[in-house]
């Protein structure tokens, strides 16, 4: 089978059409995992300060990152193996767990180890499902859920603050941990029945054939490149500087060695199709994000706003994503794959260099940001629940799982490095004094990084949904 084309077994086997429990057991998890995400987010400064752990605070994001990275390899393995459904409950498993070391932390080494096995757990989940929609839906049916579950992983963006704040102050940050527990678990029991009688009619067998899976030392290697990453960018903050270069040349020959195994063939040589979709999603979500996270700051420090009212600019950048998952679902909206990927992804780019101008000019007003994270949310709906489609059309059943994972490393990857980048060049240009080059830099650095993803989405290839 070639990149370009699905296998003739997938387009030809039967499917199933989703019913209203098995839908709602997957938004649950996705929506609850995404709810951990936001909320923890919001959490973790009072946590980190209860624990002494402000030192090392990046860490409890970076580690879920690494933990997520190595969950997602093990799990996309085991799926196209054993089937994905006894890795998902695994997931699930293992995320209650590490919700549970968290929550019960009493001191920062417990907290940072409870984030690690999340992230084990969230990853794979988030794979395992994947596979399950591949598997047992067919392409209009699929487009249908990826838009729930985008719509799953934006609202928390609106709920997760506010409620976690008032866990926070009102209880404590402990409960934000423990309230994510019944989700996972109501996720788990709506979508059992359902998987079960289609696990009984073989849908979600395992496959015998050689499914070249990836290494399980390649997510180790990964998880030590990004480590090396994150800390290159704290000792280059701190003015070690030797130091510094050492820790990314540790991380970049890791991330290397580790890439080829875990992608697919073709991945470093910038092959079409799968390898080029995979390209693609580590580029585009990586810039979105690194200077989303800056967004919110700019607007404080340089503007004069609130939190509620700078953050309120990536609400809007949530309500453009749901709206970008819900078009590509539409039927009606007869565009090939590959190019809502690139509508996406030009959207995206357009709008971190629309945020770069009022970043480097104090005159241009505010609302322009709002204007572009609303054209950047739109992009990210359309592209991310697209990629997905497009890595599941052009991979037959008993590669899902593989192919699957390296899409969702690659964004890990992605995320990990141009984070740690934003992150190092605000640091650095901070010690001027300066926040407009700060935060002009990191915006318009991010912009670069989006556009080299556009000649990735068309070098993807024409890809069109089968008839349903």
Excluded: K
Aim: overall charge positive; aromatic content about 10%; some cysteine.
């Amino acid at each position: 089978m070639t990149e370009s084309s699905p296998s003739a077994a997938a387009d030809q086997r039967r499917t199933v059409v989703p019913t209203p429990a098995m839908v709602g057991g997957i938004v649950i998890g996705v929506f609850g995992a995404a709810f951990e995400n936001i909320a923890v987010a919001t959490a973790m400064p009072r946590a980190a300060e209860d624990l002494g752990g402000l030192g090392a605070y990046a860490w409890s994001f970076t580690l879920f990152i690494i933990g997520q990275l190595m969950g997602t390899a093990v799990a996309g393995r085991l799926a196209d193996r054993i089937g994905p459904v006894r890795p998902m409950y695994a997931g699930m498993a293992v995320f209650v767990v590490g919700l549970l070391v968290a929550g019960f932390a009493f001191n920062w080494p417990q907290l940072l180890l409870g984030r690690w096995i999340q992230g084990l757990g969230a990853g794979a989940m988030f794979v395992s499902l994947t596979v399950i929609v591949a598997r047992i839906f067919n392409p209009t049916h699929r487009a249908q859920v990826m838009a729930w579950m985008s719509a799953a992983w934006v609202v928390p963006a609106f709920v997760g603050p506010p409620i976690a704040g008032a866990l926070a102050e009102r209880a404590s940050w402990h409960w934000v941990f423990f309230s994510v527990v019944p989700l996972v678990l109501a996720a788990g029991l709506l979508v059992r029945p359902i998987v079960s009688g289609v696990s009984r009619d073989g849908l979600l067998d395992g496959s015998s054939a050689d499914t070249d899976p990836v290494p399980l030392w390649a997510p180790v290697v990964a998880a030590v490149g990004a480590i090396g990453l994150q800390g290159a960018g704290q000792l280059f903050a701190t003015d070690r500087l030797w130091w510094a270069v050492a820790a990314a040349l540790i991380g970049v020959v890791a991330l290397l060695i580790a890439l080829a195994p875990m992608m697919p063939a073709g991945f470093l040589r910038f092959r079409r199709g799968l390898s080029s979709t995979v390209w693609c999603r580590l580029l585009f979500p990586g810039a979105f994000f690194g200077a989303e996270a800056f967004v919110p700051l700019m607007l404080v420090q340089t503007r004069g706003m609130g939190l509620s009212l700078a953050g309120a600019v990536l609400s809007i950048g949530a309500v453009g994503w749901a709206i970008g998952a819900w078009l590509q679902s539409q039927s009606w909206v007869r565009v090939r794959r590959d190019r809502l990927i690139l509508a996406g992804v030009l959207a995206v780019f357009t709008a971190i260099a629309l945020a770069a101008v009022p970043a480097w000019l104090s005159w241009v007003p505010g609302w322009v940001l709002a204007i572009a994270w609303s054209i950047g949310g739109l992009g990210m709906g359309l592209a991310v629940a697209t990629t997905s489609l497009v890595v599941m059309a052009l991979s037959p059943d008993n590669q899902q799982g593989r192919n699957a994972a390296s899409l969702q490393i690659g964004e890990g990857i992605g995320y990990a490095v141009f984070a740690g980048i934003a992150g190092s060049i605000f640091s650095s240009l901070q010690i001027a004094a300066d926040p407009q080059l700060g935060f002009g830099t990191v915006i318009t650095a991010m912009a670069v990084v989006a556009m080299l993803a556009i000649p990735f989405a068309l070098r993807i290839g024409a890809v069109r949904d089968q008839p349903a």
